[in-house]
């Protein structure tokens, strides 16, 4: 993740060190006992009566897990109180204000009383304008898509406020007019339309066109917002409708006849250039009619793939057929089922001879390798009580074993496979219509109680202004080998470069600190710390400082 330094600074590399500095460790167990206060003021003035959140930030997901609120009283002041330890996004609900310093993000320790998060309000800006045809008819019921081009404006308002720049809601009138009210000051891009594949509602759709009628993002006209400013006449001529397509096809048994009440979805494909390609969201949920018949309405150019769901238990796996529609109707597709293979075997926890009850809450997943990444196989089957499993309608290929839990706090890791007794590779070849009997799958039990919290210095002064700070966390295995995959995403810091990371199995992991040094935009470039070995035990919070020291460019 080390860039190149010669094209970087001319003058000075943070070449990175980092002390590291375990303290003692607390339980992990989490009290509502922290609270946040501050000050909401409109433009230097107390504001009253306004509702100030405090959104949970959980580790690879989204703000709004779970909001905490207080309101402010006649001079401003809030408290939000009974806070459990964690990272936080705290936000007011202001819909025509926008705040001119909200911070990234907060942590908060156990019993902490976290104050001066102070919330300064100004009147957000306004764009409006017309969308219209080629033959200057109003576009009535359009979304229009307001985007900050500085990535430091996206990170530095918080997501739900951003979210509601590009949503539903800003659509055009009966007149075509649009107004996005409430923004933050800076600069945006406006576009209306889309420029993704996929089902419509309606035969024809736009292509997405940005303001003033460009199709490349490069050559729109930014808009600049200031506080409080109203942007006129931004209008957008579309010009004339995309046409969009039906996609017709069946599906059938091994002798043709047709499959009726068989649930199906569908994947878009997109290229990335040189980068390959890759898919979008799926959607399922359909089912084929009495004659076995799928349909699609109103698809837009593009590649696609149509897969089966095969139902829990059922011995034929799901199947697909890729297509691509350019300029047609599609109505002669056909996806053919065929009886699969199947696993079978027990799961005992290491070092027992007998399973245990608790086994009975797990599920065992067989993922068959693909060579389409819209198209996924993933058949599974419960854990018996006495350990013992059967995933039927497996594909033919290389499966990979895997565990899920039904209890989130709880986790089973794979020790080893056997099969008859003899340790097997990372995957199991599966023949077609192979019985696959005699597998014996060895695991452990994780607890995910563990966690990791603490802050980020800097020795010896500051880092140079518009620099940031990251980190990274990668388990390692029992050889201090970092382990092949890792669901664990980026820490989190906030403005005082503290952190907390919490439901982690008990282990060793690596954890790195990098600084992204101020340079031009769109260059990305990196300087990495010696890493730190950091060990997690079950039930306790493992405190960290990490600790920065910025040297002269030896260059």
């Known amino acids: 993740m080390v860039s190149s330094a010669r094209q970087a600074i001319t003058c000075i590399l943070l070449v990175i060190g980092a002390a ?31 509702t100030v959140l405090a959104n949970e930030l959980r580790q690879g997901m989204s703000s709004n897990m779970r909001p905490y609120r207080a309101r402010t009283d006649q001079t401003g002041s809030y408290r939000i109180t009974n806070i459990p330890a964690g990272t936080y996004e705290v936000s007011p609900i202001t819909p025509a204000l926008v705040p001119t310093n909200l911070p990234d993000s907060v942590v908060i320790s156990e019993g902490e009383q976290l104050e001066n998060i102070d919330l300064s309000l100004v009147p957000g800006g306004v764009i409006t304008g017309k969308i219209t045809d080629s033959e200057g008819e109003p576009i009535i019921g359009e979304p229009v898509s307001i985007m900050p081009i500085d990535e430091q404006l996206q990170s530095r308002f918080s997501s739900t406020l951003l979210s509601r720049l590009h949503s539903a809601g800003n659509s055009t009138d009966d007149r075509g007019v649009y107004r996005v009210f409430g923004l933050p000051p800076g ?207 497996v594909r033919s290929g290389l499966a990979r074993l895997s565990l899920a839990s039904s209890d989130n706090r709880k986790q089973f890791e794979i020790v080893r496979v056997e099969r008859n007794g003899r340790p097997q590779s990372e995957t199991i070849n599966v023949k077609e219509r192979e019985q696959v009997a005699g597998i014996r799958v060895i695991v452990k039990y994780v607890k995910l109680t563990g966690g990791i919290r603490g802050q980020v210095k800097v020795e010896n002064g500051e880092l140079p202004p518009a620099s940031q700070l990251s980190l990274s966390l990668w388990p390692l295995d029992e050889n201090l080998e970092r382990k092949r995959t890792s669901s664990i995403p980026e820490p989190k810091l906030d403005a005082r470069g503290r952190f907390f990371m919490e439901g982690l199995a008990a282990g060793t992991y690596e954890m790195s600190v990098y600084v992204y040094p101020p340079g031009p935009p769109g260059r990305t470039r990196t300087f990495d710390v010696k890493t730190q070995n950091v060990t997690v035990t079950d039930d306790t919070v493992t405190e960290v400082t990490l600790i920065i020291k910025p040297q002269p460019d030896p260059n």
């Open 20 to 50: 590291v500095h375990i303290q003692a460790q607390t339980t992990t167990e989490k009290i509502a006992s922290a609270s946040i206060s501050g000050k909401v003021t409109i433009k230097g003035k107390p504001a009253a009566g306004v």
């Open 187 to 393: 600069k945006y891009k406006v576009s209306v339309g889309s420029s993704e594949s996929g089902s419509r509602s309606s035969r024809e759709y736009y292509k997405k066109t940005f303001y003033p009628s460009a199709s490349d993002a490069a050559k729109a006209t930014v808009i600049e917002v200031t506080e409080g400013s109203e942007r006129n006449q931004v209008d957008i001529v579309l010009g004339r409708p995309v046409r969009t397509f039906r996609v017709v096809g069946r599906v059938v048994d091994e002798t043709g006849r047709p499959m009726p009440n068989v649930e199906y979805g569908v994947g878009q494909r997109i290229d990335y250039g040189d980068s390959g390609s890759g898919s979008s969201s799926s959607r399922s949920g359909e089912a084929t009619n009495a004659n076995g018949e799928f349909r699609l309405e109103n698809v837009t150019p593009g590649r696609y793939t149509i897969f089966t769901v095969a139902p829990e238990g059922s011995d034929v796996p799901a199947a697909s057929v890729s297509f691509e529609v350019v300029d047609r109707d599609l109505t002669d597709l056909l996806i053919k089922l065929i009886k699969g293979s199947s696993l079978s075997g027990v799961v005992v926890l290491d070092g027992n001879e007998r399973p245990l009850t608790m086994l009975s809450r797990l599920r065992i997943w067989a993922a068959v390798e693909s060579t389409d990444s819209t198209f996924t196989n993933h058949p599974s089957s419960r854990v018996g009580e006495d350990g013992t499993f059967r995933i039927d309608g």
